[in-house]
Each structure stands twice: as C-alpha cells, then as structure tokens.
C-alpha cells in the first residue's frame, strides 16, 4: 500500500482490488509466463491462455495448469486434467491443490493426503489441511497445530505452532502463544519468538517487527537493524522505509539513518523515484536526498505512473511530469493513474479515456469505470456493465451487475448473487453454474 493514511480513498480503492483479485487466477504454467521482450512472445502466451481457457470451459471450476496438469472441478468433485484435456485423475476429492514437486495435496472426507501424477495416494489422507511442497517441505495441520514434512512423511518440523507462513527463502515465519519468530528448514529457531508482530517476510533483506508498542527492522539473523523506536513504520521499497514517530512522518535507509527527517504530516512510499509529501496541507514531490522537486501546492497527489502523476488544485485533477510540468490541464472532477498508456478521467458526473497528450480518447459517457487491463477495460452504463477496447468498441455487451478486470485470460463477473468467470470473448468458462 503507497499511501499511509487510514482510510482514505487511495487505501479503500487498494482494498477493493486486492478483494477482487483473489478470486482471480494465473491460467498458464510456470514455463508459459507473459514475457514483454517481444510481441510474438505475448502473442504466443495468449493462444496459450485461450487454449487452456477452452479445455477448462466444459468443468464447473478449475484452476491453473501446473506442471502438466490442472485442477478441474464438477459436480463438487475435483481431479485433474492433462493439457490435451485428458482426465488423469479421477474427479472423486473434494478439494486439491495444484502440483508441485511431483505431487499435490487433496481433500476427501475432511482430510487432507497427497497424490503423485499418477494418482497413487503416497502420503495419507490423515491431515486437517496440507499445502503444497516447497523445496521437499510441505506445511501440514493436525489437531490445531502447525509443522512440516518431508516427501515421506515424516515429521521435519514438529506440530507445534498455532500459525506459520510457508517458507519464503530459507526463512518462515511463525507463532506460538501470540508471539513471532522464524525458523530456518531444520527446523531451528533463527529468530526468537519474541516480536508481538512481524513482517511475513524479509522485504530488501529486513523484517519489520514491533514489541512493546515500537516498530523496528531485524536481518535474517535476527540482528535488530534499526532499533525498535518508531510509532509506526512500513517496509522498504525502493531502498527507503517511510517511519513515523511523534505524529511525523519520514524516510530511513537500510542501516537507520535517517535521510529524510520526519517533518512531514503523510507521505507516499518512493515510486518511480519521488515520493509524494504533505505538509501544511499542501501536496508536492521529494527525491531519495529528501530534495523538494515539485512544490508542495497541491490540495492532493498520487503516486507516479508510467512517469506522470494525477494532482489535484481547487478541487480540479490533471497530470504533471517529473519536472513538476503540468501535462494536461487541471480541468476534471477526479481522474486516476495511467496504466497501459490510458488514464481514467471524469467530469460532469461521467468517465472516460485520456491518452498521454491529454487527447480523450474514449468518450466521458460513462457512470463508472475500472483502469484497462490486457488491452480492456469495464465501464458502467445504464446501471450495467460491460467491456470496452482502446477504440472505445464494445468489445463485451452491457449486460453485468458488476464486472472486474481482466487478469491472464479471465474476468471475475457479478449477476445478482452469482460470480463466474469470462473470457475475452464474453463466454463463462467458469463456475459457470
């Protein structure tokens, strides 16, 4: 999250779209990522995407293809499918999980076991849940706690603790009687369980940590880095952390030191290079040498996007580069970030599309609007929405109570009580029922 304010806008529409992309899910295996080093590549990964889209579309559910096979679910029943769309493992759990590592966890009569590709139960279904194996790890839950086996389960890690995130590196993190730490694969606590809260993980090298009401950051071997003396502080991004202490905000580097005293009353993280200050109600930019490089005159800002920032004076947005050039004029009610070389912008109560040069590009006709993902975007109208291209096409009817953006092939659609899945092509292809 960029902005460090409660409950403003920026944090609400970030909620938003976090709830909305859980649901959505990556359709293509590990080795048939998007690439962007060239256009046939992205080409290539979208046929890809279709085509795992249409051996999917005949199951009620499913989920990406990982190391050859993908989850399928119909009629409450999950198995899996090969890329041809062939079933290789009977539809009979309840629940699964991808693979990975040559085998996969799946659920049936509320416990939790492990199959190979072949289908073989190798490891029991005795387990309350069980996630996938991480470098011959897996995570596993009995009777309330939490450890880890290996590929023949046996215990590596004991079921002792209340709560664990999986391991990210060397490193997990978790908790017992309300206190955090890590553990290394041995098993061996690296850091003690002392920290009232902690990071999930290390963020440029550090975990921030809290005890005793201040915030702090350790290394991967525990060593507090920077002293446990903040109010409030968030993770590096950019090299730089944003702290608060006394009610002001400012910037620490990774050993510290302050480098940008705190003197502001909000702030931005660093993006693109500058971040976004407040003081004395007035909005402008700074750099990592805490240089002011826009003027602070602005009523409000957001963060740099494909080097433009939407700002906002006597109650009008429009967009400066990182000069601090106006790019185009301060004349809409409101207008958000560019993304994919487009920008949201509203006016007289109604959205629509400007390019980089400030050209509307897609008509202010609009009730509401989400930013284009994978060259389209939803827009309301009528109160229904619908999808539109970068020529302002309907490429997708007006025909949804809610419609989401488009991640990898799929968009996430409302119709009354009911979410299912489409394509690019308007055709539910999941949870269809």
Known sequence: MSKLTVGNDTIIKKTLYISATVFSLILVS??????????DTVVKTSENIEKQIQITKQYDDFKKFNEGLAPVEKDNKWGFIDKQGKIVIPLQYDKVRGFQEELASVKKNKQWGYVNKQGKVVIPL????????????????????????????????????D???????????????????FIN????????????????????????VKQNKKWGFINKQGKVVVPLQYDKAWGFQEDLAPVKKNKKFGFIDKQGKVVIPLQYSNLYNFNEGLAGVELN?????????????IPLQYDAVKKFSE????????????????????????EYDESERFNESLAMVKKNGKWGFINKRGEIVIP?????????????ASVKKDQKWGYINKQGEVAIPFQYDDAREFHEGLALIKEGRKLFYINKQGECVKKCR
């Not at 590990?30 to 256009?39: A, F, G, L, M, R």
């Not at 694969?185 to 999930?200: D, F, M």
């Open 30 to 39: 590990c080795d048939n990522q998007i690439k962007i080093d060239n256009e």
């Open 126 to 161: 005795e387990y309350d849940k069980a996630w996938s194996f991480n470098e011959d790890l897996a995570l596993v839950k009995k009777d309330r706690k939490l450890g880890f086996i290996n590929k023949n389960n046996e215990e590596v890690i004991p079921l002792e603790y």
């Open 163 to 181: 709560f664990v995130v999986p391991f990210l590196g060397d490193l997990a993190r978790v908790t017992k009687n309300g206190k955090h730490g």
């Open 185 to 208: 694969r041995q098993g061996e606590v690296v850091i003690p369980l002392q920290y009232s809260w902690c990071a999930t993980n290390f963020s440029e090298g550090l975990a921030l």
């Open 281 to 293: 109600n007035k909005w402008g930019f700074i750099n990592k040498q805490g240089k002011i490089i």
């Open 307 to 330: 080097g433009l920032s939407s700002v906002k004076k006597a109650n009008q947005w429009g967009f400066i580069n990182k000069q601090g050039e106006v790019i185009i004029p301060l």
């Open 364 to 376: 202010l006709q609009y009730d509401k609007a989400r930013e284009f993902r994978e060259e389209l």
